[in-house]
């Protein structure tokens, strides 16, 4: 199956600075790589998502980038806000419905 | 309805009981997903209906385990037996068609088990 591979586990970063986080997987077939975000006490919401279509895909602050040849992929966070703090969780599936989920990176968005 | 419903939001339980998870998808999504998530991880994928069927349920840890969707709708997830190991975050999903893949999550229904 499927095996995803997240990185860091925290990251705390300084509000309005960049954050980061990587990703690998496993299984060549898979073709779609979702993000959510997970607030304490809540559900994982989407914020984004890219399918192996594309290299990449960018939503206002937030973009997600995708190198299929080393199986990698990656969210990218500018002028972080303080309510950007979360949990964040990558996701990768090649039948469309079996989401394997990275363990996750807890951000801290520092005032 | 507007988003993803579980009930109950925490269960806490004996070893050994059973319990019975409930998942109330939006109206109108046919594809209905279970997942669980222990404390600092990621989910974990369970079972997944489309419809009133069962179409993948190999993310089940064992036979204790079971979930139904009799009407294409609801879903309920039943543990039999409970163990201390069973305690996670149950996790209820659904999307607008087989493999529309856009997952919307529920809260989660936290178990518990003493």
């Known amino acids: 199956g499927e095996n995803v591979e997240q990185h860091p586990s925290t990251l705390s970063v300084q509000e309005g600075d960049s954050a980061v986080i990587k990703c690998t997987y496993s299984?060549?077939?898979?073709?779609?790589f979702p993000w959510y975000k997970q607030e304490l006490g809540k559900r994982p919401q989407l914020i984004i998502d890219?399918?192996?279509?594309?290299g990449e895909k960018k939503d206002q602050r937030i973009a997600v980038t995708l190198n299929k040849t080393a199986k990698h992929f990656s969210l990218h966070i500018t002028e972080t806000q303080p309510e950007d703090s979360a949990v964040y969780f990558c996701?990768?599936?090649?039948?469309?419905?079996?989401?394997?989920f990275g363990a996750g990176t807890t951000v801290t968005v520092r005032a | 309805g507007a988003g993803v419903s579980q009930t109950p939001s925490n269960k806490v339980t004996e070893k050994g009981k059973y319990v019975e998870l409930r998942c109330d998808p939006i109206?109108?999504?046919?594809?209905l997903y279970w997942y669980r998530q222990s404390l600092g991880q990621g989910p974990e994928f369970l079972i997944y209906f489309q419809g009133t069927g069962a179409a993948d349920d190999s993310g089940l840890p064992n036979d204790r385990f079971f979930a139904v969707r009799p009407e294409g709708s609801v879903s309920t997830l039943k543990i039999q037996r409970t163990e201390r190991g069973d305690s996670a975050m149950y996790l209820c999903?659904?999307?607008?068609?087989?493999?529309?893949?856009?997952?919307?999550f529920g809260a989660g229904s936290r178990l518990t088990v003493l």
């Open positions: 299984d060549s077939a898979s073709n779609y």
């Open positions: 999903a659904s999307s607008g068609q087989a493999g529309a893949n856009v997952l919307t």
């Open positions: 996701a990768a599936t090649f039948n469309d419905y079996k989401l394997s």
């Open positions: 109206s109108g999504h046919t594809a």
């Open positions: 890219i399918r192996s279509n594309v």
